[in-house]
């Protein structure tokens, strides 16, 4: 359903304060929005990652609260980022454009870095996390496979995928919510925007170790 008396992802991401050169007009069209986040707590060592998926309309895709295993906190989110991805990926065609929302900055940076580098630009050097290498080459083929992507930061408190990340336990009842496959509505003729939505696999429930 539609996104009533909330806020959705896509007006977080167009209000988010994200640099010009990373998100020209133009990039403010998205059909999907994935807003992520990755927790870990030292005291006791668990760690969480939590996934809200969107249409332009604010239609909820799917969530997930799961928890993980993560050596610290920035690779937790990088992991929770890939398997975002890993779910919109299986559940839409390549040609759609996808919007981003984490509280992360180095994470967004690195994905704005990554997503114009696709576009052939020279970002500079990108470094992430060394504990996060599978993650972020999982994270960069994602991008590299979508028609356009683009990251926004949020703070923390807006970020609808915080709390999914840091109580996994108390929120597990949204990973049994249904699964929706919803088209994405575009100007663009069918033939230059791929086919419909397959149906979601079930395979990339789980995230990488």
């Known amino acids: 359903m539609a996104a009533y008396g909330r806020q959705s992802l896509r007006d977080r991401f167009d209000s988010a304060p994200t640099p010009h050169v990373a998100h020209p007009p133009r990039t403010h069209h998205r059909d999907f ?3 992520t986040d990755g927790s870990y707590h030292l005291h006791d060592h668990r760690a969480g990652m939590g996934v809200v998926i969107e249409t332009r309309d604010g239609t909820r895709v799917a969530r997930f609260a799961l928890p ?3 050596t610290d906190n920035n690779v937790a989110e990088y992991q929770a980022l890939h398997f975002g991805l890993d779910v919109l990926a299986a559940r839409t065609p390549p ?3 996808v919007g981003v929302l984490t509280d992360h900055d180095s994470l967004a940076t690195n994905v704005n870095a990554a997503a114009l580098a696709s576009d052939g630009w020279r970002p500079g050097e990108i470094r992430t996390p060394a504990a996060s290498g ?3 080459r999982g994270i960069r083929a994602r991008i590299a496979g979508f028609e356009e ?4 930061v949020i703070d923390g408190t807006e970020n609808p995928a915080h709390p999914l990340a840091n109580s996994p336990e108390e929120y597990a009842h949204v990973n049994r919510e249904p699964d929706r496959c919803v088209r994405p509505e575009t100007d663009a003729s069918p033939t230059k925007r ?3 939505v ?3 696999s079930r395979a990339d429930r789980h995230a990488s170790d």
Not at 149 to 152: G, V
């Open 33 to 35: 929005y994935v807003a």
């Open 68 to 70: 993980t295993t993560a």
């Open 95 to 97: 040609s759609v454009r």
């Open 134 to 136: 599978n993650h972020w």
């Open 149 to 152: 992507l683009r990251a926004a």
């Open 194 to 196: 791929g086919p419909g």
């Open 198 to 200: 397959p149906p979601p």
